[in-house]
């Protein structure tokens, strides 16, 4: 791995099917170790139910106003300066509830790969 600075680069921000938008800052096979990206839910969306196998995620909300749902915990309100912990193969989504944006960064470890999402609203037929 080499030194590096990256800056944030929002035209790089693109759609998922998980209902957000994401613009990865950090996230290589240079550094399997951890990946980091900014993800953006708009004013009353909910994310769908999904789970990262073998990776524990951490959601660091930075603006707006969220509805956690992870694991067996009760839904529960997120605001900025909140941290959610979120265990490798544990279900999770999460909802906007506020007028602006909800914006969080996600930060994986190890490192993010489409292989390791599982969308169980597909599976289970939610």
């Not at 953006?40 to 990262?52: F, N, Q, S, Y």
């Not at 605001?79 to 999770?92: A, L, R």
Request: glycine residues 6%; proline residues 6%; charged residues 25%.
């Amino acid at each position: 791995m080499k030194e590096v600075i990256t800056r944030l680069d929002l035209d790089q921000e693109f759609e998922t099917r998980e209902r957000c938008f994401v613009t990865e800052l950090c996230n290589s096979p240079d550094d399997p170790s951890a990946s980091i990206a900014r993800v953006r839910v708009a004013p009353g969306v909910t994310t769908r139910w999904h789970l990262l196998k073998d990776t524990i995620e951490r959601y660091i909300i930075l603006e707006g106003a969220g509805r956690m749902e992870v694991g067996n915990l009760s839904a529960q309100v997120v605001n900025p300066g909140d941290v959610v912990i979120i265990p490798s193969s544990c279900p999770q989504r999460i909802a906007n509830i506020g007028d602006a944006d909800l914006i969080f960064l996600a930060v994986c470890t190890p490192r993010f790969t489409n292989e390791i999402y599982e969308d169980m609203e597909d599976a289970s037929g939610l």
